[in-house]
């Protein structure tokens, strides 16, 4: 939405965030779980009666409070993500291009230096906006500084990230796992070499096709949310979740 040229002719722009922000949270932790706990090697494991003679075979699924999560932008997704890392008893940190000092002090979070995150989380997730500052942020380099057990989320945009260079660390075990739900180009091409990785792996890729924020009831809300704000512009009220 060109924004300023709205509002040089008196156009208000709002959002409608309070739905679909939540459920790109929920579908953040739905892909720490079934990574932290192996659900997709269990099921296999069941799958092949495997129980029958080995019902501990499984050390190593991960405690998550022994695990340090990392936020990569603080914003409306971030926020709530963080929240369930607290009740979880995890270690969060976070880096913004600001920070939020009564944030830190609700959820117990530590800012950090970009550099610092990237290499001491366990966890890291992406919430940035993408912006001509930011395409293309995260790389290689970035990459590099990654604990090679680290999982890799990102459920912002696509082209913050130099994709080739995350389809090389995951290929070549320099970081532990990915899941992601956008992507550099969409839909992903049926070629793609992040496809292949996922067709072969178990807990350690996870692909979604860009739908963290849908549900039916999401969609209803959302339009029911935008209805209302064009109600209160008819009827001069103040508009919610101006831009």
């Given at each position: 939405?060109?924004?300023?040229a709205a ?97 830190e002090a ?125 109600r209160r ?11």
């Amino acid at each position: 939405v060109p924004v300023e040229a709205a509002r040089a002719r008196g156009i208000p722009v709002a959002a409608t965030p309070l739905i679909n922000y939540i459920t790109v949270a929920e579908q953040v932790w739905a892909y720490i779980l079934n990574w932290a706990k192996r659900l997709p090697a269990l099921r296999t494991h069941m799958a092949n009666r495997a129980y029958i003679d080995s019902w501990h075979g499984f050390p190593d699924t991960r405690y998550i409070g022994d695990l340090t999560l990392g936020l990569l932008g603080l914003g409306e997704i971030a926020r709530p993500v963080a929240k369930v890392a607290q009740a979880f008893g995890m270690p969060v940190r976070y880096w913004d291009i600001e920070r939020f000092l009564d944030l830190e002090a609700a959820y117990d979070m530590e800012f950090v230096p970009w550099d610092e995150l990237f290499a001491t989380t366990d966890i890291l997730s992406v919430q940035l906006a993408l912006n001509p500052q930011t395409e293309g942020i995260i790389g290689a380099r970035e990459f590099s500084l990654m604990k090679p057990t680290a999982l890799f989320i990102n459920t912002a945009r696509g082209k913050l990230v130099d994709q080739a260079a995350l389809t090389d660390a995951l290929a070549d075990g320099r970081i532990g796992a990915v899941a992601l739900d956008v992507f550099a180009e969409e839909p992903l091409p049926v070629d793609d070499p992040l496809l292949r990785l996922h067709d072969g792996a178990d807990e350690r890729v996870t692909l979604t096709p860009h739908n963290a924020w849908q549900s039916p009831w999401t969609w209803v809300r959302d339009s029911q949310e935008l209805w209302l704000n064009i109600r209160r512009s008819l009827l001069g009220e103040p508009i919610q979740h101006l831009v």
